[in-house]
């Protein structure tokens, strides 16, 4: 099998081995170090300062999404938010849920965020800003810059969901005033499924501290309070947190953050390359390192992402609602290699010659 969806990717030996052996014991001084270093390097990589914190949430990266909306905004609030797809759509839902009032900013499938979208929010006394950096149903990359300074210009609490993007696009939580950056396990940090981590600004600290949450396992306020001594209130998944932390070092280990970057984003252009002659369009105006949406023409994408899976076992993320028959996805995050393109793509000319995919 060759997976080259958005998530679960594919992980190292490495860190497949640590899931083989027992799960140790983890209220102890030896677990909360691990704790501390996994702390310390998401910070490091994540671009944040010395005094902010990070939590490790046992749950897809969707608790961490509802525990963020929960946690750091009231009623009080008033919140824009970037509607480009399902991952848009899913921050709409979690502020309806949690009755936080709300303002979407729809864009249409693959389309870009410009200045003229933002310019009618100016000086409309927002409070915060819910963004998912990389839209990654629909493979568009909003420009941080962009939203950074419209942010910082009127005052406004930015909140990213980088969870596809961590590791795989430039986003540094200090120069861009992002102040909750949140991620999960099973994207660029190639480890199985059910850990999503939250970095935390101080003033982001400061507002969980001061708000009251009806909810037990999602209050930050017990997270912050237990990770001070490198521990959580309830127990973890231990072992993803130890692969975590395997991660973390080998990422420090090969060359740090930008070696990471560059190695995605050299895996990306390579495919892009090498799809150039193929009948698919790349539909987005603006690309993630993490993922490559393609329209086909002719035929229909779910057919292809079935053919792929059934005959060749290889996966590629298949679209739901009305792109399905329109859009596939291919992926760039995990333990891939040239090779793999070069097997990816061998079969699309396969599926080409073999008048499958037209
Ligand atoms: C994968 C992803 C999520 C989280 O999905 P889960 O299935 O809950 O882990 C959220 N936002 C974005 C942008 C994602 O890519």
Known sequence: MLNFTVGPVQSSETIRKIGYKQVPYFRTPEFSEIMFENERLMKKFAGANKNDRVIFITGSGTASMEAVVMNVFTSYDKVL??????????????????????????????????????????????????????????GVLYDLDLISDFCKRNGIFLVVDAISSFLADEI?????????????????????????????????????????????????????????????????????LLQIHERLKQIEL????????????????????????????????????????????????????????DEYQIWVCPNGGELKDKVFRVGHLGELSIEDNKILVGALCDLCKKKRLK
Request: one cysteine or more; aromatic letters at 8%; a negative charge.
């Open 81 to 138: 938010i970037v509607n480009g797809g399902s991952f848009g759509q899913r921050f709409v839902d979690l502020c309806k849920i949690h009755n936080i009032s709300f303002d979407e900013i729809k864009l249409n499938t693959g389309k870009a965020l410009k200045a003229d979208d933002l310019e009618q929010y100016e000086g409309k006394g927002y409070t915060g800003f819910l963004v998912n950096i990389d839209e990654t149903s629909t």
């Open 172 to 240: 540094n939580m200090t120069s861009s005033n992002i102040k909750v950056m949140i991620t999960g396990s099973q994207k660029a940090l190639a480890c199985p499924p059910g850990i999503s981590v939250i970095v935390l600004s101080e003033d982001a600290v400061e507002k969980i501290n001061s708000n009251q949450v009806r909810s037990l396992y999602f209050d930050l306020k017990s997270a912050l309070k237990n990770g001070e001594r490198g521990q959580t209130p309830f127990t973890p998944a231990v072992s993803i």
């Open 254 to 309: 090969a060359g740090g953050l930008y070696t990471e970057l560059n190695r995605i984003s050299a895996l990306a252009s390579d495919f892009r390359d090498r799809i150039k002659d193929l009948p698919l369009d790349i539909c987005s105006e603006s690309l993630s390192n993490a993922v490559t949406p393609l329209s086909t023409r002719n035929c229909s994408a779910y057919d292809i992402f079935t053919i792929l899976k």
